[in-house]
T-cell receptor, first 117, second 114 residues
C-alpha cells in the first residue's frame, strides 16, 4: 500500500514570501491532518479535514496560513506571508473515517522541511 | 485544550537494559494514547497504542501502561537494541484517529549505548 505523499521535501524562502505544500493521502482515507513540527518539539495539529470539510482549525494561524482539500483527496497548505518562526517540518497525516468505537491509526507523510531566512 | 507532558527529554541506557518514558495528560476526556517513534529525518511511525478501557498492552519488547485516575501513561522497552535509538513521542486524543487530531508530548531522545 502506498503511503502518504508530500511535496516538496525541502523549501527555502525569504521572510514575507509565500509558499505552498501539497499532500496526497493514502487511498480511501477520508480524514487528513496537517501538523507543524518545530525542531525539538512534537507535532502540533494545524488543521483537520473530513473529506473536503474542515473539522478543526482552532490552532491554524488564519492571518497567514490557509489550507484546502477541494475534492476530498489531495490537500494544499499555504503560508502567506512567511515569518522566521514558521521554519519547521510540515507533516501531513491521514486516517480512515471514524466509526463508533474505533480508533484509527494516523499515518504520516515524510514531511516538508521549510526554512525561512 | 489537552496538554501532554513527557519525561525525560533525553534517556541514555546500556544496550540490553530497559527504558521507561512517562507522560501525563490534562484532559480527563482523552481515551486514546498512541506512541510514535521518529528516526532522524524520518516520519513518525506508530509503535503501540492503548485505549482507555485497557490498563496495559504488550507487543514483544514494548509495553504501555495507562492510569486513567492519575492521568498518566508510560512506554516500557525491554532488552533495548541499537535500532531502538530514536525520538519517541507520546500523544493523546479524545476519540482517536479519524475523529480527532493528536496532542503530542515534546519527545524523548532515547540513546542506546553499546
Amino acid at each position: 500500500e502506498a503511503g502518504v505523499a508530500q511535496s516538496p521535501r525541502y523549501k527555502i524562502i525569504e521572510k514575507r514570501q509565500s509558499v505552498a505544500f501539497w499532500c496526497n493521502p493514502i487511498s480511501g482515507h477520508a480524514t487528513l491532518y496537517w501538523y507543524q513540527q518545530i525542531l525539538g518539539q512534537g507535532p502540533k495539529l494545524l488543521i483537520q479535514f473530513q473529506n473536503n470539510g474542515v473539522v478543526d482549525d482552532s490552532q491554524l494561524p488564519k492571518d497567514r496560513f490557509s489550507a484546502e482539500r477541494l475534492k476530498g483527496v489531495d490537500s494544499t497548505l499555504k503560508i502567506q506571508p512567511a515569518k522566521l518562526e514558521d521554519s519547521a517540518v510540515y507533516l501531513c497525516a491521514s486516517s480512515l473515517a471514524p466509526l463508533a468505537g474505533t480508533y484509527n491509526e494516523q499515518f504520516f507523510g515524510p514531511g516538508t522541511r521549510l526554512t525561512v531566512l | 485544550g489537552e496538554n501532554v507532558e513527557q519525561h525525560p527529554s533525553t534517556l541514555s541506557v546500556q544496550e540490553g537494559d530497559s527504558a521507561v518514558i512517562k507522560c501525563t495528560y490534562s484532559d480527563s476526556a482523552s481515551n486514546y494514547f498512541p506512541w510514535y517513534k521518529q528516526e532522524l529525518g524520518k516520519r513518525p511511525q506508530l509503535i503501540i497504542d492503548i485505549r482507555s478501557n485497557v490498563g496495559e498492552k504488550k507487543d514483544q519488547r514494548i509495553a504501555v501502561t495507562l492510569n486513567k485516575t492519575a492521568k498518566h501513561f508510560s512506554l516500557h522497552i525491554t532488552e533495548t537494541q541499537p535500532e531502538d535509538s530514536a525520538v519517541y513521542f507520546c500523544a493523546a486524543s479524545i476519540r482517536g484517529g479519524g475523529a480527532d487530531g493528536l496532542t503530542f508530548g515534546k519527545g524523548t531522545h532515547l540513546i542506546i549505548q553499546p
